[in-house]
């Protein structure tokens, strides 16, 4: 591709949004994995709608990949960059359009901060359910293109479930509306659903209509478990999901974690500590929901467990479990993954991790949104090494491998991105591939969208 090409798109959009300068193009070729890019053409900073028109008409034009990005939080590679594309980040495109009380929904733009959202609609008394752990700098664009979840999704569902319809440009630059502003509509197929999670490759999302829920009345009641055995605390999982306590938030940590915080942040972890959970019910009745889930925690082996209804208490117990991630960063280099089983399979996914990082001498720390069967284990590796040695990859295959025969998935929430790809025919078989790249066909028939990434 000439560099003449390039400058087309530049003199398409306004002065300034489009980069070509190398060094600064490679701060947005790049995700939150160890992975290299390619290198770019260019990157567009797209303002509004209008720009991602322009671009995506002059890519189908000229037969360019488009890359789009919002924040780069990503943990599976699905922003980064391929060799020759053009990167589109959508982080400038910030604003609520609109936020309707009266019908519980907002209409935003793909660059908005998922905390900004959930900020705007508390002043009204509504909240933006979906949470994943980096809701202070991800995007409503991000978590839509992945289907994000996060730390409330045990009651309120991931991001597919407070989609309700799309505003979305195609690969040639026409502009499509999916679903709706209403509670129900079932009109033609679920395109809405569709686009959540495709990670991309099948159109740009500008701006998004999404469902707010009431936030609750009161503080919610919180509580943090500590086990002396991994597999106890997620058979405490499992019971209290059993018992109906219906939690809006239960998350476990295992001492891998809980010991990279700690030298960290020095949270006085105890040296019998094996695994911590935290769970929280912000429903009516959250103390007595508490106190049944400290019994339950008691009955299933925890040594120590604590209850509160402070707001402070409980935002430092839930920031104990957003430093997660960071912490092990400070370890070395990261692989992310985000297997997904059946709740009841939770104590046979947490043993199998425990027994692939012995077998390989692999770290692997586990956090988990453990009332839906969502484990992240994370494989660290040394710094600077550029890309996971072998006994990592091979660990990681034994983990994904276990997850499929417990009866779960390849991810919960992070997608495919780049780093799943090699194991998709694990769980997908023939017909599933072939439906899903005609699928990709429709929309982008070219493959100039995101292409080699989630399918």
């Known amino acids: 591709m000439s560099s003449s090409t390039i400058d ?28 290299d890019p390619g290198a770019p053409l260019g990157v567009v900073l797209a303002a509004g709608r209008d720009d991602v028109v322009e671009t995506m008409r002059w890519a189908t034009e000229h037969r360019v990949p488009v890359v789009p990005r919002g924040a780069g939080t990503g943990l599976a590679g699905g922003a980064t960059a391929t060799e020759g594309s053009v990167v589109l980040s959508l982080a400038r495109m910030a604003e609520i359009r609109e936020l309707s009380p009266a019908d519980e929904i907002a209409v935003v733009e793909p660059g908005v901060i998922t905390a900004d959202l959930d900020a705007a609609a508390r002043e009204h008394g509504l909240m933006y359910a979906p949470d994943p752990s980096s809701y202070e700098i991800s995007t409503i664009g991000g978590n839509l293109a992945t289907n994000a979840g996060g730390l409330r999704c045990v009651k309120y569902g991931v991001t597919r479930d407070s989609a309700l319809g799309l505003e979305v440009v195609l690969a040639d630059g026409r502009i499509l509306n999916t679903g709706r502003r209403t509670v129900k509509g079932v009109t033609g197929y679920d395109l809405t659903g569709l686009f959540v999670g495709s990670e991309g490759t099948l159109g740009v999302i500008t701006a998004a209509t999404v469902r707010l829920r009431r936030a609750p009345l009161t503080a919610p009641a919180t509580i943090a478990a500590e086990f002396g055995s991994l597999r106890d605390a997620a058979s405490a999982v499992s019971a209290i999901i059993a018992a109906g306590c219906q939690p809006s938030l239960l998350e476990l940590l295992d001492r891998a974690t809980l010991k990279a915080i700690d030298d960290w942040r020095n949270i006085g972890l105890e040296p019998s ?58 370890l070395g ?42 484990l992240h284990p994370v494989f660290v590796f040394d710094h600077g090494v550029p890309e996971p040695p072998k006994q990592v990859w091979d ?29 998709l025919e694990l769980e997908s ?19 100039i969208l995101n292409p080699g990434k989630a399918i």
């Open 8 to 35: 087309l798109l530049v003199k398409a959009l306004p002065h300034g949004r489009v980069i070509t300068d190398p060094d600064v193009m490679d701060s947005y070729a790049r995700d939150r994995t160890f992975l």
């Open 273 to 330: 500590v094996a695994a911590m959970l935290i769970a929280q019910s912000d429903a009516a009745d959250g103390a007595d929901a508490a106190r049944r889930m400290h019994d339950l925690c008691v009955e299933h082996g925890a040594s120590f467990v604590a209850v509160s209804d402070s707001p402070a208490e409980t935002e430092g117990l839930i920031g104990i479990r957003r430093m997660a991630y960071p912490a092990k960063e400070r």
């Open 333 to 374: 280099s990261c692989l992310v993954e985000d297997v997904c089983v059946p709740r009841s399979a939770l104590p046979d996914m947490m043993t199998a991790i425990e027994a692939a990082s012995a077998r390989h001498d692999v770290l692997i720390c586990t956090v988990a949104h453990a009332g839906d069967g969502n």
């Open 395 to 423: 660990a990681a295959d034994e983990v994904f491998r276990a997850a499929l025969d417990l009866g779960g998935t390849l991810t919960g929430e992070h997608g495919v991105g780049l780093l799943k790809r090699r194991w």
């Open 429 to 447: 078989g023939p017909l599933t591939r072939d439906l899903q790249a005609g699928i990709k066909g429709v929309f982008d028939p070219l493959g």
